[in-house]
């Protein structure tokens, strides 16, 4: 993971929680964050808050985020609405390692009422330290950002 860039967080409120977690354990990996909301467990749209991360990453394309909200839909299908944004919904060890090395998935997305917080470590993890493996997959990818 190239850590010059910050990887970009954000949450709604049911997902606030986990997300504080995600930043703290970033922290301790000496990982740059950069804190997109929410700040607390009032209610919020989760619209706004994936469509602003999404739309950062979509500006600066080496970027990559990670939004979690109750259960993840939410934030994936607004996240995905964005240009050059490939947000994988990822609850399991095994999607978050295939999100990134077939789909170049740049923004990881989580379910706080879903996961617990030692799995979202786990997850998050594996999902920062797996490489694309690009070839036929970049192939794929091209054909989507048409």
């Known amino acids: 993971m190239n850590n010059s860039k910050a990887i970009l967080i954000g949450s709604d409120h049911a997902g606030y929680a986990l ?9 301790e990996l000496q990982l740059p964050v950069e804190d997109c909301g929410v700040n607390s467990e009032a209610s919020v749209d ?8 999404a ?3 979509s500006d600066d394309t080496g970027r990559r985020g990670i939004l979690i909200c109750g259960t993840g839909i939410g934030m994936s299908i607004a996240a995905n609405r964005i240009k050059s944004v490939r947000a994988a919904l990822c609850n399991d060890l095994f999607s978050a390692a295939m999100s990134r090395r077939h789909n170049d998935a740049n923004l990881l997305v989580m379910g706080g009422r879903v996961i617990g917080t ?6 998050v993890r ?19 950002d048409r």
């Not at 997300?19 to 922290?27: D, M, N, R």
């Not at 989760?46 to 991360?53: A, M, N, R, T």
């Not at 997959?137 to 989507?144: G, T, V, Y």
């Open 46 to 53: 989760y619209s706004d808050i994936g469509l602003q991360v």
């Open 55 to 57: 739309q950062k990453i």
């Open 19 to 27: 997300k504080e977690f995600v930043k703290a354990y970033l922290t």
């Open 118 to 123: 030692e799995l979202a470590k786990e997850i």
């Open 126 to 144: 594996v999902w920062l330290d797996t490489a694309f493996e690009g070839g036929r997959h970049q192939r794929r990818i091209e054909k989507l």
